[in-house]
């Protein structure tokens, strides 16, 4: 009676074995509201910030299965300096971003500038089009990973494209957010993802949990808005929402673990790294940095 007792419970637990999820980790760093800084925003009353720090934590906390992506507003939300906004460009190019959203102040300088400097970057964006209806940019990007396939797609808010100057409005076009994802996840989809993540620029108030409720299969959005700055995401149904906050203060930090036979986040730790002096700056991007301000002395 034991020896059938004792096969019955090895057997059930072969089967037990046999349905359990098949758990894969993913970590994704991401950024936004660099706003055009090269190095810590003098408004940081602790000093934090700075794209060589930021190549830095990079390094740091990249593993197997890491995406690296930033939510928009790479460049200043205004005109201030022309050959700084090329300089940051080129800089950002070797923090090898997997993807970043196309944000209203990638266009401070006009669209011709964005063309000859932005588009050697991963950008992505699925409503920004030029004045005559053409993509900008490629609409999403499936990353694959072993047992994982991850969607991360992008989009801008009529709200925050108003921000830009007549002039630079009059050569880009937007459709709206609601009415293109409509349409780009049914493309997403086809792409069988085991997850789902939207790059968000918006300043509407409560933008996340609006979209989390109409479209619930977006597993995560990563946004611009700094009061979801903080350690625990927004949980909207089965969505998360995360942001790094202002003036690229942070680098965030989300460690997923993911059921890939349920397309389901099953835990998840968020941290925000700030940027601060403890961190050492990237030798090469800071010796680049300081021979521009250098330059600028002249």
């Not at 936004?32 to 830095?56: F, M, V």
């Not at 201030?80 to 266009?107: I, R, V």
């Not at 609601?178 to 918006?202: A, D, F, M």
Request: charged share 25%.
């Amino acid at each position: 009676m034991k020896y059938v007792l004792f096969m019955c419970l090895t057997l059930c637990g072969a089967v037990v074995s046999a349905q359990s999820p098949s758990v894969q980790s993913l970590t994704i760093l991401y950024t936004a509201n660099t706003n055009g800084y090269l190095e810590e925003c003098p408004c940081s009353k602790d000093g934090l910030g700075g794209i060589a720090r930021r190549k830095t934590v990079f390094d740091q906390h990249q593993n197997g299965n890491t995406l690296i992506l930033d939510a928009g507003n790479l460049c200043s939300p205004y005109r201030k300096n022309e050959a700084q906004e090329k300089l940051l460009m080129s800089l950002t190019e070797k923090l090898s971003y997997s993807l970043m959203n196309l944000g209203e102040q990638e266009f401070s300088y006009g669209l011709n500038f964005w063309k000859e400097n932005g588009r050697k970057l991963n950008f992505v964006s699925a409503n920004l089009r030029d004045k005559k209806g053409h993509r900008l940019t490629p609409p999403f990007q499936v990353f694959a990973f072993e047992g994982l396939r991850v969607a991360v797609t992008g989009v801008l808010s009529e709200s925050a494209f108003q921000n830009l100057p007549d002039d630079i409005r009059a050569d880009l076009s937007l459709v709206p957010i609601e009415e293109e994802l409509s349409k780009i996840l049914v493309h997403i989809k086809n792409e069988e993802p085991t997850l789902i993540v939207l790059l968000l620029r918006s300043q509407d108030y409560e933008a996340e949990k609006t979209l989390a409720k109409r479209f619930p299969e977006l597993h995560l959005i990563i946004s611009t808005d700094e009061r979801l700055a903080r350690e625990k995401p927004l949980r909207i149904g089965q969505t998360l929402a995360v942001s790094s906050g202002s003036e690229g203060e942070h680098v965030g930090k989300l460690s997923l673990g993911i059921d890939a036979s349920k397309n389901q986040i099953l835990s998840y730790k968020n941290a925000l790294i700030p940027l601060s002096k403890s961190v050492k700056k990237h030798a090469q991007i800071d010796s680049l940095i300081q021979l521009f301000k250098q330059s600028q002395l002249k």
